[in-house]
């Protein structure tokens, strides 16, 4: 069983930064893809980024590539994202997962509870 903790959000003005991060327990958690999702109040959950278990390859949405990074740990158990050049579409609660399949949702297995991250116009 993996557990995921996220941590990282906030308020942020429109252009600057955040680095989110989800602690993992599990000795597990090597052999997972992990990805970020995010969920806006009235709308879908909508992927965002993810990584496979060796670090690579990544993958990311359209709406995020060039600005946001997402990277693991694995002697850490922790992934990140960092988010750069932050837009007021950005503002959701964001979600990390492990699963078998970058892009695949219904792969992943285990979800965190989120973290809200906001940005300001």
């Known amino acids: 069983q993996v557990q995921l903790v996220e941590s990282g959000g906030g308020l942020v003005q429109a252009g600057g930064s955040l680095r989110l991060s989800c602690a993992a327990s599990?000795?597990?958690?090597?052999?997972?893809?992990m990805g970020w999702f995010r969920q806006a109040p009235g709308k879908e959950r909508e992927f965002v980024a993810a990584?496979?278990?060796?670090?690579?390859?990544?993958d990311y949405a359209d709406s995020v590539k060039g600005r946001f990074t997402i990277s693991r740990d694995n002697a850490k158990n922790t992934v990140y994202l960092q988010m750069n050049v932050l837009k007021p579409e950005d503002t959701a609660v964001y979600v990390c997962a492990a699963g078998r399949a970058l892009r695949v949702v219904e792969s992943y297995e285990y979800w965190g509870q989120g973290t809200q991250v906001t940005v300001s116009s």
């Open positions: 990584i496979t278990f060796s670090g690579g390859p990544t």
């Open positions: 599990g000795r597990t958690f090597s052999s997972y893809v």
